[in-house]
């Protein structure tokens, strides 16, 4: 019997930047076996008209219990818990293809908003416990990160026995703060593997 599949994924480097600690993370723990199930990862890209549908794709092509998405969040101090995505887009910051979306929805005539549905307060009890910064935060943004979860509970919604979904939001790496010479705050790459592999293993024990 084959072990229950958990996907992660990450995104690649936008806005200027030389790394994304989402695509470091998920890369990392690509093919990890964590607490019975199987990470499988992906790279998305920062395009508002490709993201959804490589997520698509994976989805029907790995069939996954549970989607944890990642995505960086400059500024923030702590882990992220995605609590909901809302149903627009309108992006501060073009993504790679130059596109700036400005005021439109993430899916035409979709509902306002979805909640995510992995196991977020078991979550965080699990990261406070391990020492790992973390809070559940209630805006996911109106950027790539927020059109993604929104448009995966979406598709994921009109299954009839839809895999749990979410989103996790990570701070800047140190070098990246470091090449910036600005103050923002920064984690490391290693507490921030081990941050989403703790994530991943509530899921998997919860399923």
Not at 23 to 51: F, I, N, T, Y
Not at 108 to 134: K, S
């Amino acid at each position: 019997m084959s072990r229950p599949l958990i996907l992660v994924t990450g995104f690649e480097p936008f806005d200027g930047l030389g790394a994304n600690p989402s695509e470091e993370v998920a890369k990392a723990l690509d093919g990890r076996a964590v607490a019975g199930a199987v990470v499988r990862s992906a790279v998305l890209p920062v395009d508002h008209a490709a993201a959804g549908p490589r997520v698509a794709a994976l989805v029907d092509e790995l069939d996954p219990g549970a989607i944890v998405h990642l995505g960086l969040a400059a500024g923030r101090a702590r882990i992220a818990l995605e609590r909901v995505a809302v149903n627009v887009m309108d992006f501060a910051t073009p993504d790679n293809t130059g596109y700036r979306a400005c005021d439109e929805p993430c899916v035409a005539g979709g509902p306002p908003a979805y909640f995510a549905t992995l196991p977020l307060a078991a979550i965080l009890e699990a990261l406070l416990a391990d020492g790992v910064p973390a809070y559940v935060s209630n805006t996911a943004g109106t950027y790539l990160c927020n059109q993604t979860l929104y448009g995966t509970l979406h598709r994921l919604a009109a299954r009839p026995h839809p895999a749990r979904a979410g989103f996790i939001h990570l701070p800047l790496l140190p070098a990246m703060v470091a090449a910036s010479g600005l103050e923002q705050p920064s984690m490391d790459a290693a507490l921030m593997v081990r941050a989403v592999e703790i994530a991943v293993g509530v899921v998997a024990r919860t399923a």
